[in-house]
T-cell receptor, first 111, second 112 residues
Framework: RKEVEQDPGPFNVPEGATVAFNCTYSNSASQSFFWYRQDCRKEPKLLMS???SGNEDGRFTAQLNRASQYISLLIRDSKLSDSATYLC????????????FGQGTELSVKP | DGGITQSPKYLFRKEGQNVTLSCEQNLNHDAMYWYRQDPGQGLRLIYYSQIVNDFQKGDIAEGYSVSREKKESFPLTVTSAQKNPTAFYLC???????????FGPGTRLTVL
C-alpha cells in the first residue's frame, strides 16, 4: 500500500461544477496535512493546510478524518484557472520534516 | 524579494558527467530539502538538512550528494553513479522540520 494515495484522475469538469478529491494515508501517527497545487511544468505551491476541525478558504474546503486516515478537498464553482494537478501531502512529523506526496490528481476545467 | 531560487532552469548532461544544481533561499529558513519528480509520480525526497553543516539521506539518495555550508544554500550534485538522472528537481525550504515547505521553481535535468 502506498503511504499516500489519491484518486487517479484526471477529472474533467465544466466551469461552475463542484469537484471533490480524496486522499488516504497509511501512517496513523501523521500530524500535518496539506494540499498543494502544481501547474504544468511548475513547482508545487501550497493551497491550504488541513486541520482536524476542517478549514475553508473561499471556494476551497479541506477536511481531515483521522479515524479513517482520509483527507478531502472540495472545490466549489470551478474556474478555468483551477485547472492543475492537486497533490495530497502528509508530514509524519517524526521523520525530520520529510513530506510524503501522493501522485497527484489532475483537474481540467472546461468552458 | 524573498524566496527560493534554483539554477539553472534547464540542464543537459552527458552520461558519465557530474552536475551540480543550485538552490538558494533568503527566507532565513533552517531546513532545506531536495526532491525529484518523474512524470506521473509524486515527489520523492533525495536529501534534507535541518541545520547548517548537517544533512540526512532521504528515500532515494543513491547517486546524489549535498552540502550545507551556509544556511541559505543547499547545492545538489548528481553524480555519474545515478542511473536515471533525467527528472525535474525541486528544492524546498521551511522554517523548521514541522513547518510548511515552500518550493523553488525547479531544474529540469536531461541526460543525453
Amino acid at each position: 500500500r502506498k503511504e499516500v494515495e489519491q484518486d487517479p484522475g484526471p477529472f474533467n469538469v465544466p466551469e461552475g461544477a463542484t469537484v471533490a478529491f480524496n486522499c488516504t494515508y497509511s501512517n496513523s501517527a501523521s500530524q500535518s496535512f496539506f494540499w498543494y497545487r502544481q501547474d504544468c511544468r511548475k513547482e508545487p505551491k501550497l493551497l491550504m493546510s488541513v486541520y482536524s476541525s476542517g478549514n475553508e478558504d473561499g471556494r476551497f474546503t479541506a477536511q481531515l478524518n483521522r479515524a479513517s486516515q482520509y483527507i478531502s478537498l472540495l472545490i466549489r464553482d470551478s474556474k478555468l484557472s483551477d485547472s492543475a494537478t492537486y497533490l495530497c501531502v502528509v508530514n509524519p512529523n517524526n521523520q525530520g520534516g520529510k513530506l510524503i506526496f501522493g501522485q497527484g490528481t489532475e483537474l481540467s476545467v472546461k468552458p | 524579494d524573498g524566496g527560493i531560487t534554483q539554477s539553472p532552469k534547464y540542464l543537459f548532461r552527458k552520461e558519465g558527467q557530474n552536475v551540480t544544481l543550485s538552490c538558494e533561499q533568503n527566507l532565513n529558513h533552517d531546513a532545506m530539502y531536495w526532491y525529484r519528480q518523474d512524470p506521473g509520480q509524486g515527489l520523492r525526497l533525495i536529501y534534507y538538512s535541518q541545520i547548517v553543516n548537517d544533512f540526512q539521506k532521504g528515500d532515494i539518495a543513491e547517486g546524489y550528494s549535498v552540502s550545507r555550508e551556509k544556511k541559505e544554500s543547499f547545492p545538489l550534485t548528481v553524480t555519474s553513479a545515478q542511473k536515471n538522472p533525467t527528472a525535474f528537481y525541486l528544492c524546498a525550504s521551511s522554517m523548521g522540520a514541522t513547518d510548511t515547505q515552500y518550493f523553488g521553481p525547479g531544474t529540469r535535468l536531461t541526460v543525453l
